[in-house]
């Protein structure tokens, strides 16, 4: 039985090997064809894919494009994020004069001592990038 099957297996190989041996360029074609279809595929899937490059991305519809948080004090001093200059950058670019505008209206939002922060976020709903700012500080009585 096996043997019947290899010989069956060997003379349709080589029928198939005489076919192509007359008409190459069909056969290419075909296979440049089902290969483009194959790539085309596969960029289409990554493209509408919602998910980002990060393992813990929720991959959400329709997520936010940026997100306000307020801090006070008290969050203020358990974090372990410095802020240097009044902002912090992450991986997006404001022009100057937005960015300016945009940290003056989260000044005048965030709590005496504390901070307001920015967080752009990406299309999934992961964050992009963080703006903090610092609020309005409080001064401290003086004993004498």
Same mark, same amino acid.
């Given at each position: 039985?096996?043997?019947? /099957?290899?010989?069956?297996? @060997?003379?349709?190989?080589? %029928?198939?090997? =005489? $076919?192509? !041996?007359?008409?190459?360029?069909?056969?290419?074609?075909?296979?440049?064809?089902?290969?483009?279809?194959?790539?085309?595929?596969?960029?289409?899937?990554?493209?509408?894919?919602?998910?980002?490059?990060?393992?813990?991305?929720?991959? /959400?519809?329709?997520?936010? @494009?940026?997100?306000?948080? %307020?801090?006070? =004090? $008290?969050? !203020?001093?358990?974090?372990?994020?410095?802020?240097?200059?009044?902002?912090?950058?992450?991986?997006?670019?404001?022009?100057?004069?937005?960015?300016?505008?945009?940290?003056?209206?989260?000044?005048?939002?965030?709590?005496?001592?504390?901070?307001?922060?920015?967080?752009?976020?990406?299309?999934?709903?992961?964050?992009?990038?963080?703006?903090?700012?610092?609020?309005?500080?409080?001064?401290?009585?003086?004993?004498?």
């Amino acid at each position: 039985m096996s043997l019947k /099957l290899i010989e069956l297996i @060997e003379a349709a190989f080589y %029928l198939f090997k =005489e $076919e192509i !041996v007359r008409t190459p360029m069909i056969y290419a074609s075909i296979g440049l064809d089902f290969s483009c279809a194959a790539i085309a595929t596969w960029i289409l899937l990554l493209c509408t894919n919602r998910k980002c490059r990060n393992p813990n991305c929720r991959g /959400l519809r329709k997520a936010a @494009e940026f997100d306000i948080q %307020l801090e006070t =004090e $008290e969050c !203020v001093k358990n974090s372990n994020t410095l802020v240097k200059d009044g902002a912090k950058r992450g991986l997006f670019e404001l022009p100057p004069d937005h960015h300016k505008e945009l940290e003056t209206e989260l000044k005048k939002m965030a709590p005496v001592n504390g901070r307001a922060v920015f967080v752009f976020q990406a299309r999934c709903g992961c964050s992009v990038g963080r703006l903090e700012v610092p609020g309005p500080k409080k001064q401290r009585k003086v004993k004498k």
